[in-house]
């Protein structure tokens, strides 16, 4: 049975925990927000691109001379996996989501005989998956460690050093994880083909943002002039949507983190209200068993003499 | 015919404008060219260079815009750029980084069209910074 004094040190202890899970909760709560509205801001832009490489790219499909990172390498050997997580922890499972979908997905395309890279983004995914694929890691993670604000510029460093990758061709597929926020208490991880770009995709989320594109099918069908033509618009345009799809799940992925960080905190926080009531109750118990237990101690002196 | 054109200047960090005005020059990779009401229907990438709106009151509203493409449908401009911002916070650390990576694109141009076409816009962006510096 814990004394008197060491119950009322873990209770203190239990007391400092909640108030820092407590302050993590409002920060990431703060936090979120902005990470929200970052995640919004940056939808308009994505929405149009994949609407106007999905009009050029039904047009061009089949014809010659279109770029690889629509239509692959032709090969399907080699592929490469981009797992983007936090870079800190404390956030539920969010990171072990990720990293237990992208580790699912690098067993399936061990057992289909495929060769697999991958590369990390964020410090925890990388501290998952090293243990089992440290071998199959190209690089040490993209550190973006030191960035408040996720900017294009980082996603765009990123989008490079893959397509530079692809033009030496070192992969015939890239796949993208990252954890889609759907609301502050549902993340959910997601994988996302990113070369060569899946069109199906791009057409169901056009679908799902359809003024956009109500907007556009108005008119009677244009006649467009295309300057340069049509091909090169189209290979000018598909390296730079690497960039903005990683964007979007860089920013996709900090709105997520800060959800699950504000709801594991919320759950922490009240962990420790629970504890600290059930050591209280204890701690007044025995502090009450051992008043009890001097008074019968002297009263049944006194009765002796 | 129309007064006016509905623009829409979107970066990947935010929109910048969604609103009518009267006219825009745009920087297409193929030449400059203005939109006015009822442009024909255009897509076309861009380089970089200077987005010139002339709003409804007549005023001048200018971007740097780089890397990306313009559309032109139903009276409708939309600009996609990977970079844009005002002209005015535009700063000189900011054109020697665009001059620098025009450099080294001219320096990995393979035929002596694409080199024309790089030191072309090499040209401009020095000239721009030029003409900034006289400005400030």
Redesign the interface.
């Known amino acids: 049975m814990p004394s008197l004094k060491d119950l009322r040190n873990r209770i203190n202890s239990v007391k400092a925990t909640q108030k820092i899970t407590k302050a993590m909760q409002m920060v990431a709560a703060a936090k979120l927000r902005r990470a929200q509205e ?1 995640a919004e ?2 939808r ?3 929405v ?2 994949n609407a ?1 490489i999905a009009k ?1 790219a039904a047009n061009l499909k089949d014809q010659e001379g279109v770029s690889p990172f629509l239509k692959g390498t032709g090969r399907d050997d080699v592929h490469l996996l981009v797992v983007c997580t936090a870079e800190r922890g404390l956030c539920g499972a969010f990171n072990a989501n990720i990293a237990k979908l992208a580790a699912s997905e690098i067993d399936r395309l061990k057992a289909a005989g495929k060769t697999v890279k991958v590369l990390c983004v964020g410090r925890k995914g990388f501290d998952l998956l090293k243990r089992t694929y440290g071998d199959l890691m190209i690089d040490d993670p993209v550190d973006l460690k030191q960035v408040k604000r996720i ?2 510029e980082h ?2 460093e990123i989008a490079d050093r893959l397509i530079r990758m692809f033009d030496e061709g070192a992969f015939d597929v890239c796949t993208l994880f990252y954890s889609e926020f759907r609301s502050v208490i549902s993340q959910k991880p997601r994988m996302l083909q990113l070369i060569p770009a899946k069109l199906e995709d791009l057409e169901t989320e056009e679908g799902e943002q359809a003024p956009v594109q109500s ?2 099918a ?2 009677p069908p ?7 033509d ?1 091909k ?2 189209l290979n ?2 598909l390296p ?1 949507n690497v ?2 799809q990683v ?1 979007r799940a860089l920013l996709e992925n900090a709105a997520s983190e800060q959800g699950a960080r504000m709801t594991a905190m919320d759950n922490a926080t009240r962990n420790a209200g629970e504890m600290i009531r059930t050591l209280t109750l204890s701690y007044n118990r025995q502090r009450q068993a051992q008043i009890t237990k001097e008074l019968i101690e002297i009263i049944s002196g006194a009765e002796a003499l | 015919m129309a007064e006016a054109i509905q623009l829409e200047l979107v970066s990947p960090e935010k929109e910048l404008a969604s609103r009518l005005v009267k006219q825009v020059v745009v920087p297409g990779t193929e030449g400059e060219f203005q939109v006015m009401p009822d442009h024909a229907p255009v897509l076309t990438t861009l380089k970089p260079g200077v987005l010139a709106i002339t709003e409804i009151s007549g005023a001048e509203t200018r971007f740097f815009v780089r890397g990306g493409y313009a559309e032109v449908a139903n009276n409708q401009l939309i600009v996609l750029a990977e970079r844009a911002i005002p002209l005015e916070q535009l700063s000189a650390a900011e054109i020697d980084r665009e001059i620098r990576w025009a450099q080294e694109d001219l320096e990995d141009a393979r035929d002596e069209e694409e080199r024309r076409k790089l030191s072309e816009r090499l040209d401009f962006l020095i000239q721009l910074k030029q003409a900034l510096q006289l400005g400030h």
């Open positions: 970052a801001a940056a308009p832009y994505s149009r691109m106007v050029l900017r294009f996603a765009h907007n556009a108005e008119g244009a006649a467009y002039t295309y300057e340069p049509e090169e618009i000018d345009l730079r960039s903005v964007f």
